[in-house]
């Protein structure tokens, strides 16, 4: 299938392959490694050398690389050393770990009590940079796992790689969402994008370890099963609201919502961690998004004194609750819960056009057998429909999922959650089960992605931009 396009790993000895990306000092010292468990020991070492871990910028995802290896074996994995301008599409990736600045970011790393600062360009191996330049090796930025949403951002990439003879021409970004609006406001750039859903390749993964694995928050992770859905028992909660990180604004509109209209009483929610944002920047926050109301500042004060609100993380440090995996499912909070109100990564940022959706709306709610408002990117909905999902009209009202103004989508949201709050608890338990058929396709249906490549996609782009032009 890819028969014509070559994908470029350093290597480690000649058994594993090792993620493009390390540092030059760490390059050097590993290449004479002779397996993987040298490797990790080294690693754990710097680490404890290097707390922040910010030099693990590329090299702590292997999203691409992974599913490259699942999809399509490693015959048509070469080293540097082997690439060579003969028709061939060489591709050089990176996988970003935290965001697409660390890309024109200058990055320390102390080895052995030694400080090394070194940037990006540093990282790609000579034969490969010469590559580059002369344009039949292609620079694959992958952040699949994250929404493109900076315009700004890519733009710099671009010229920050121009000035070491890389053309835009020759650099791939892989997120999310396909990010089209970039390009209105960067009409001249040459750079490429396209995307994938990461998630949808991991169904099985993510099934087979809630059945039998114990989650980094320390307890055995169970999901809701047709056999728990019975309608003669009475849920004890309406709404199921989880948000991990508070950096996202919109989250904290969520909890507005919540302490408005009293739902932090016959609903679950968390609001963990809150990355130190004060009661000012919250009113402000507020204000953005939800427009001058007669409330923000008194409920403002009120969430400033709750949050962080936890269910299961009050063990975690600060710095554990920023970045706890998620691979925790508490079956009792979907079991005893009617609707999920997702939280999703994007809201009004990213693009209006190419929705991005991650776990929180493919995994929780859809594993768990709840349906949902997805407080998420504009045709969120109308994309899970498009691969074959169902959504809950008219017993939810889903006309947010069309409205491209942020304001009034929240409001349109907002309408819904009043409303379902308003029901008599029997309503809404019949609600529920008028629903039934449609949760048991959703999960039902995740079988179906058994095959998927999310980078499928991306590979059908590539050869359509770049097979016939070498």
């Given amino acids: 299938m890819n028969a014509n396009i070559k994908v470029i790993y350093d290597t480690l000895g000649t058994e594993a392959l090792m993620l493009n990306g390390y540092p030059p000092v760490v390059k050097n010292t590993i290449k004479n490694f002779n397996d993987s468990t040298e490797l990790n020991k ?13 030099w693990k910028a590329f090299i702590n995802h292997c999203n691409f690389m992974r599913h490259y290896i699942k999809n399509h074996g490693i015959l048509d994995i070469v080293k540097p050393e082997n690439i060579v301008n003969n028709g061939k599409i060489y591709l050089y990736p990176f996988e970003i770990t935290t965001t697409l600045e660390s890309i024109i970011e200058r ?97 099985e993964d993510k099934e087979q370890f809630f ?29 199921l609201c989880l948000n991990r990180n508070l950096h996202r604004p919109h989250r904290w509109v969520l909890a507005y919502f919540a302490k408005k209209y009293n739902l932090l009483e016959n609903s679950i929610f968390s609001f963990v961690a809150r990355h130190g944002i004060e009661l000012k920047i919250i ?57 999920n109100i997702v939280s999703e990564t994007s809201f009004d940022q990213g693009s209006n056009s190419d929705p991005f959706i991650t776990e929180k709306t493919f995994i929780n709610p859809i594993f768990n057998l709840q349906p949902f408002i997805c407080v998420g990117n504009p045709f969120t909905l109308q994309a899970l429909r498009d691969l074959g999902f169902k959504t809950f009209s ?16 929240y409001r349109l949201i907002e309408d819904e959650i009043v409303r379902i709050n308003n029901m008599p608890v029997q309503e809404l338990h019949d609600s529920y089960y008028k629903l039934a058929d449609i949760v048991i396709h959703n999960k039902r249906h995740t079988k179906t992605f058994a095959n998927y490549d999310p980078f499928a996609d991306a590979f059908n782009d590539i050869r359509g931009w770049y097979e016939h032009k070498e």
């Fill in 107 to 203: 990055i320390n790393i102390t080895v052995n009590g030694v400080v090394y600062n070194y940037e990006f360009i540093d990282l790609i191996d000579h034969q490969v940079l010469e590559g580059l330049r002369q344009g039949y090796v292609k620079l694959l930025i992958n952040t699949i796992h994250d929404p493109l949403e900076k315009k700004d951002v890519i733009w710099q990439i671009e010229q920050y790689l121009s000035q070491y003879g890389i053309s835009g021409d020759q650099v791939i970004f892989v997120g999310g969402n396909k990010f089209n609006e970039y390009y209105d406001k960067y009409p001249d750039s040459r750079v490429q994008i396209t995307k994938g859903y990461i998630i949808l390749g991991d169904f």
């Fill in 394 to 409: 008219p017993v939810i009202n889903e006309s947010y999922d069309k409205c491209l103004d942020y304001r009034q989508r």
């Fill in 42 to 54: 080294y690693i754990n070492q710097l680490d404890r050398e290097n707390l922040d871990r910010s």
């Fill in 283 to 339: 009113e402000g926050i507020l204000l953005q998004y939800l427009g001058q109301r007669d409330d923000i500042s008194t409920i403002a004060s009120q969430l400033d004194l709750i949050i962080p609100l936890e269910l299961d993380t009050h063990h975690l440090s600060t710095q554990e609750k920023q970045g706890f995996t998620l691979n925790n499912n508490r079956k009792v909070y979907y079991a005893n819960t009617y609707i």
């Fill in 211 to 239: 059945a039998t694995k114990i989650g980094s928050l320390g307890y055995q992770s169970e999901l809701v099963q047709e056999t728990d859905l019975d309608y003669n028992i009475v849920r004890s909660k309406k709404f």
